[in-house]
């Protein structure tokens, strides 16, 4: 009868570990998105994307928020280092990595008012627009590219992962195509587009917290 080696057994006591406070990281992740909405009322959750809640009152809470999100992330790369060999999983766990980063970045550089002219945004809020365009394409890409590694070695239920990976995407089309609409130069509208940003923009973040949360589940 073959037994492990005490390196291995570590191994997967660290995988255990990091998939247990990657599911509680996310979990907090979400709590803290769910209150925000009871914090701060005054802010309109159709028309304002979650970044709006790291400014004021209560901006702590959207720091721990992206930086639970970021915690989780690499707490999955963590439980993950040594269980998907393959290429593809290789390149989903580096992406991960760098969704961590986007979202760590997120955590300590909040945005300008929306009102701030581009001429005369703070560093604090071209570093936060520095931390979408790295995170955001890291946690589409990301989890598309895990999402396939997993399933094709057969680690992980297909249709859960395939699901919350559709989800994301179609999250990020939907806010891409009102931003497209909404973009600089054009005169805001009450009743345009702009007053739907807001729950493709929650549901994106809500998708992927699930997301990690089933990533971690199998690995308890």
């Not at 996310?26 to 809640?53: C, F, G, N, Q, W």
Request: hydrophobic share 55%; with cysteine; glycine share 8%.
């Amino acid at each position: 009868m073959a037994t492990s080696s005490p390196s291995q057994s570590l191994r997967e006591d660290a995988s255990v570990i990091a998939s247990r406070a990657a599911m509680a990281t996310a979990a907090l992740a979400l709590i803290a998105l769910a209150a925000l909405h009871v914090l701060k009322p005054e802010l309109d959750a159709r028309r304002t994307m979650i970044s709006r809640y790291a400014l004021g009152r209560h901006g702590w809470v959207m720091a721990l928020c992206f930086a639970s999100f970021s915690t989780a992330s690499a707490c999955v790369v963590i439980a993950l280092v040594g269980r998907v060999p393959s290429a593809l999983g290789f390149v989903g766990l580096a992406l991960l990595v760098v969704a961590a980063v986007g979202l760590a970045m997120a955590s300590l550089f909040p945005m300008d008012p929306v009102s701030t002219p581009p001429a005369q945004m703070s560093f604090t809020g071209r570093m936060h627009g520095v931390s979408f365009l790295i995170g955001v394409p890291a946690q589409v890409l990301g989890a598309f590219v895990l999402s396939l590694a997993l399933v094709q070695q057969g680690s992980h239920p297909a249709l859960p992962l395939t699901a919350l990976t559709v989800l994301i995407w179609l999250c990020l089309i939907i806010m891409i195509g009102i931003m497209a609409m909404v973009g600089p130069g054009k005169p805001p509208d009450p009743n345009g587009p702009e007053r739907f940003i807001g729950w493709p923009n929650r549901l994106f973040m809500i998708s992927y917290g699930a997301w990690l949360m089933v990533v971690a589940w199998p690995l308890i």
